[in-house]
């Protein structure tokens, strides 16, 4: 019985080999070929996570942890987020094998933050997962600013007080597949936040990389994440018609993350060796395979009203329902890229991923910008409009092409 629960897949994981199509982790291989390399760089050195109590970042401080650094501080605001963080590292059979360990739920910009950097010996290697990460931020213009504000400002408030404390650490910071040709301010901000990370703002680290990537299948607060949710209170799913996506499970997050930062090449972006053609998944195929992994047939709607309302008559038939819905809210587009128009990928030693050569922007351009963002958080003016900021993006942006609407997501079941 122990041998047969210790080598039981978790019910969840049959449900994202379907997602991905992959019944093994894409990256794992280059993971085991470059342990001694992200062991030299991880082993010993002291290492802070921000934003390290999300999906992506409890991954990879999941997998930097088993390589021994000297201290791993991790730091998120979702004080729930970092207590099951903590739970899951030391229920692992190995357990938690770092001396200086700390997790701590604090605003990584906030003065307390700057107060824990200056009583702490300076770091080694910081990585950075904090983000707004959800097109849904384009609902308004309080949210859009808070989205600047967390992605761009609040990262280069953070670098400045760890170079003051010494010498400027490693950086890595993840990115989206969304910065790649953003059509959402969400995207275009992402792809800032590598403008700005490659720019004169942040220079003088040994190395800064970032890393483009896939959806992750079932992570906190995505689309796959609440078929799970809405199916326990059973409420209809929803999903959007012809949207295509790539996916990732969180263990290959982790693995990406960790590839990048430790062994990927200085001032690059790492993405994912994936074909639009052959790799990419429909969302509302996902919707179905899902209903259909929980034992139903799926009844499809075009209305929330009749979804809503057939939900116990379906069930009675042992059918679920499923709402689809166009493709028309503000930000959104039917298909996602990792690589721009312009820009370059190149081999970086590594079977399942790839680098791209950074596009730099115009400093002067980038400079003005920030100095426009940081005053327009810090004093936001009553008059700021979603168009202003978009011609803001714009300035800086030239390939950002926003797809506007007057329809957002929060409008949506």
Same mark, same amino acid.
């Given at each position: 019985?122990?041998?047969?629960?210790?080598?039981?897949?978790?019910?969840?994981?049959?449900?994202?080999?379907?997602?991905?199509?992959?019944?093994?982790?894409?990256?794992?291989?280059?993971?085991?070929?470059?342990?001694?390399?992200?062991? /030299?760089?991880?082993?010993?050195?002291?290492?802070?996570?921000?934003?390290?109590?999300?999906?992506?970042?409890?991954?990879?401080?999941?997998?930097?942890?088993?390589?021994?650094?000297?201290?791993?501080?991790?730091?998120?605001?979702?004080?729930?987020?970092?207590?099951?963080?903590?739970?899951?590292?030391?229920?692992?059979?190995?357990?938690?094998?770092?001396?200086?360990?700390?997790?701590?739920?604090?605003?990584?910009?906030?003065?307390?933050?700057?107060?824990?950097?200056?009583?702490?010996?300076?770091? !080694?290697?910081?990585?950075?997962? @904090?983000?707004?990460?959800?097109?849904?931020?384009?609902? !308004?213009?309080?949210?859009?600013?808070?989205?600047?504000?967390?992605?761009?400002?609040?990262?280069?408030?953070?670098?400045?007080?760890?170079?003051?404390?010494?010498?400027?650490?490693?950086?890595?910071?993840?990115?989206?597949?969304?910065?790649?040709?953003?059509?959402?301010?969400?995207?275009?901000?992402?792809?800032?936040?590598?403008?700005?990370?490659?720019?004169?703002?942040?220079?003088?680290?040994?190395?800064?990389?970032?890393?483009?990537?896939?959806?992750?299948?079932?992570?906190?607060g995505s689309l796959l994440e609440s078929f799970g949710r809405?199916?326990?209170?059973?409420?209809?799913?929803?999903?959007?018609r012809q949207t295509y996506r790539f996916f990732v499970s969180?263990?290959?997050?982790? /693995?990406?993350?960790?590839?990048?930062?430790?062994?990927?090449?200085?001032?690059?972006?790492?993405?994912?060796?994936?074909?639009?053609?052959?790799?990419?998944?429909?969302?509302?195929?996902?919707?179905?395979?899902?209903?259909?992994?929980?034992?139903?047939?799926?009844?499809?709607? !075009?209305?929330?009203?009749? @979804?809503?309302?057939?939900?116990?008559?379906?069930? @009675?038939?042992?059918?679920?329902?499923?709402?689809?819905? !166009?493709?028309?809210?503000?930000?959104?587009?039917?298909?996602?890229?990792?690589?721009?128009?312009?820009? /370059?990928m190149i081999e970086c030693g590594m079977s399942s991923l790839?680098?791209?050569?950074?596009?730099?922007?115009?400093?002067?351009?980038?400079?003005?910008?920030?100095?426009?963002?940081?005053?327009?958080?810090?004093?936001?003016?009553?008059?700021?409009?979603?168009?202003?900021?978009?011609?803001?993006?714009?300035?800086?942006?030239?390939?950002?092409?926003? @797809?506007?609407?007057?329809?957002?997501?929060?409008?949506?079941?």
């Amino acid at each position: 019985m122990v041998s047969e629960i210790r080598t039981r897949r978790p019910p969840l994981e049959e449900m994202i080999v379907r997602v991905t199509g992959r019944p093994t982790d894409l990256f794992e291989q280059d993971v085991k070929w470059r342990t001694d390399e992200i062991r /030299q760089h991880v082993g010993s050195r002291r290492i802070l996570v921000l934003g390290g109590g999300g999906s992506i970042g409890s991954s990879t401080v999941g997998l930097i942890s088993q390589f021994k650094p000297a201290a791993l501080h991790v730091i998120d605001q979702n004080e729930n987020a970092l207590t099951e963080l903590v739970r899951d590292l030391r229920s692992r059979r190995e357990g938690l094998q770092v001396n200086d360990f700390v997790a701590l739920p604090i605003d990584f910009a906030s003065p307390i933050m700057r107060r824990f950097i200056e009583s702490q010996a300076a770091y !080694d290697i910081v990585l950075n997962f @904090a983000a707004l990460k959800h097109v849904r931020s384009e609902k !308004d213009i309080f949210s859009l600013l808070q989205m600047f504000d967390t992605n761009l400002i609040k990262p280069l408030k953070c670098w400045e007080w760890l170079c003051r404390r010494g010498a400027p650490p490693q950086y890595f910071s993840v990115s989206t597949d969304k910065a790649a040709a953003p059509a959402s301010l969400m995207g275009a901000s992402k792809r800032l936040m590598e403008n700005i990370m490659f720019s004169a703002a942040m220079s003088g680290s040994p190395r800064i990389t970032s890393a483009r990537f896939a959806n992750v299948a079932f992570s906190s607060g995505s689309l796959l994440e609440s078929f799970g949710r809405r199916f326990e209170r059973l409420q209809p799913l929803v999903a959007p018609r012809q949207t295509y996506r790539f996916f990732v499970s969180l263990r290959e997050a982790g /693995q990406i993350c960790t590839l990048a930062a430790m062994c990927g090449p200085d001032r690059h972006i790492v993405i994912p060796r994936l074909s639009p053609r052959t790799d990419t998944r429909r969302l509302e195929d996902i919707a179905v395979a899902f209903i259909e992994w929980k034992g139903f047939d799926p009844s499809i709607y !075009d209305d929330e009203e009749s @979804a809503r309302a057939n939900l116990a008559r379906d069930l @009675a038939r042992n059918r679920y329902p499923l709402l689809l819905t !166009d493709l028309d809210t503000a930000g959104e587009k039917a298909c996602e890229i990792f690589v721009a128009s312009g820009e /370059q990928m190149i081999e970086c030693g590594m079977s399942s991923l790839l680098a791209v050569r950074h596009l730099p922007a115009d400093e002067r351009t980038l400079s003005d910008f920030i100095a426009k963002i940081r005053a327009l958080t810090s004093e936001p003016s009553a008059g700021i409009e979603k168009r202003n900021l978009i011609e803001l993006v714009s300035a800086v942006l030239p390939e950002f092409h926003h @797809a506007d609407s007057d329809k957002v997501l929060d409008q949506r079941m």
